[in-house]
Structure formats: structure tokens, C-alpha cells
């Protein structure tokens, strides 16, 4: 059964930074894409980045370009989002999402459960 | 980029109703879309890709159909475990844009 648990997330000032991490389990994870994919409180589902099974492809939302680092190591089974210069807009539920196939652009077969991140002063 | 838009944005329906979701692309997509379901407080789970292919597992009272720029999901007799709100998702190109969402509640 595929597994995947988020962590990292948690309160940081506006201008900070985090990093969250997702842990997979269940299938051959270093034969996937993987998504990031967060939801701001009462709103609907926001695509942030995707990462290729290898990490030669790696995709972002303008709205993320330039502050969100997404990597993985697939020795680990580990997916990371390196998210900068934080705004306030940026608080949401932030869900790692296995993707079918290798290459990052396409649907999305399992989610993790999530975590919060919260962008306040 | 791609805009994608949902109608209605929401509708009560009765238990045993056919319940029909409309996803709009502002270009082509041609099948590359999914459906997804969220029940309150719970992750979102996938329904449907290829615009009509139903994912393992799930009830076939769902169904999708369409193909370029008009999508559609189908819930052929509504149940009470079917409360949730239904996203469709693009994924011809980046950005993976989804649609803004369909809250479906009983009547």
C-alpha cells in the first residue's frame, strides 16, 4: 500500500524559511514523478511543483518560482520542498502527491495527509 | 497559460439523483484530464484520468467523458458518502492547473 507522510511544517514569520519532507513507502519510488500540491484554508487545490523520478525535470508554479526548491533522494525514498522568502499567501495545507510516470507532468494516484504551514507575524 | 473553470460551483442534489459536473478548459487539453474527489476534512482522492477512465477502486455510479475543451463527471444515482467537493485537473502541460472546485451536498 503506498504511503506517503509529510513533515516540516509548522509556523515561520513572513521572509522565513522551511522545509518539508515527505517520506514514501509502498512503491518503487525512485521510478515516479512527485508533486507538491498545498490548499489554503477554505480554498481549492493549488499545483506548487513536480519533480521528475530521476530530478532532471522540475516544474514550478509562477507563484512559487524563484523561493520553492523542490529535490528528492531517491536513496531515501524522501521528496523535499526548500520553500524561501515565505508570504503570507503561502499558508496552506501542503500535500506530497505520488504522479504517475516518470516524468512529472501528469494526474496524481496518492496523497499524503498533509502539513500545515502557517505564514504570520 | 490554460484556464480551467467548473460548473455549477455548487448544487444539493437528492440521494439517488444523477448528478452531472462540468469542467471547461480555455484551450485544447485533448483527454489529458483527471477528476478528484474530496470529502470534508479528508485528502482528496482520484476518481477519474484520461477524462474517462475510472480509477481502480472506485464506485462505477462515476464516470467521465469529453474530450478538447469540455469535460464532464458524472455521478449516475447520488449517494450520501458521495458529499464532497470535485476538482478537475489538467495535466496536457505545465502548470498542472486544477479547477476551482464543485461542492456536491445531499438536498
Known amino acids: 500500500e503506498v504511503e506517503l507522510l509529510e513533515s516540516g511544517g509548522g509556523l515561520v514569520q513572513p521572509g522565513g524559511s522551511l522545509r518539508l519532507y515527505c517520506e514514501a513507502s509502498?512503491?518503487?519510488?525512485?521510478?515516479?514523478?512527485m508533486t507538491w500540491v498545498r490548499q489554503a484554508p477554505g480554498k481549492g487545490l493549488e499545483w506548487v511543483s513536480s519533480v521528475s523520478s530521476g530530478s532532471v525535470s522540475k516544474y514550478y508554479a509562477d507563484s512559487v518560482k524563484g523561493r520553492f526548491t523542490v529535490s528528492r533522494d531517491n536513496s531515501l525514498d524522501t521528496l523535499y520542498l526548500r520553500m524561501n522568502s515565505l508570504r503570507v499567501e503561502d499558508t496552506a495545507i501542503y500535500y506530497c502527491?505520488?504522479?504517475?510516470?516518470?516524468?512529472?507532468?501528469?494526474?496524481?494516484?496518492?496523497w499524503g495527509q498533509g502539513t500545515l504551514v502557517t505564514v504570520s507575524s | 497559460d490554460i484556464q480551467m473553470t467548473q460548473s455549477p460551483s455548487s448544487l444539493s442534489a437528492s440521494v439517488g439523483d444523477r448528478v452531472t459536473i462540468t469542467c471547461r478548459a480555455s484551450q485544447v487539453i485533448s483527454n489529458h484530464l483527471a477528476w478528484y474527489q474530496q470529502k470534508p476534512g479528508k485528502v482528496p482522492k482520484l476518481l477519474i484520468h484520461d477524462a474517462s477512465t475510472l480509477q481502480s477502486g472506485v464506485p462505477s455510479r462515476f464516470s467521465g467523458s469529453g474530450f478538447g475543451t469540455d469535460f464532464t463527471l458524472t455521478i449516475s444515482s447520488l449517494q450520501p458518502e458521495d458529499v464532497a467537493t470535485y476538482y478537475c485537473q489538467k495535466y496536457n502541460s505545465v502548470p498542472l492547473t486544477f479547477g476551482p472546485g464543485t461542492k456536491v451536498d445531499i438536498k
Open positions: 509502498g512503491f518503487t519510488f525512485g521510478d515516479y514523478a
Open positions: 502527491a505520488k504522479t504517475m510516470g516518470s516524468y512529472g507532468v501528469y494526474f496524481f494516484d496518492s
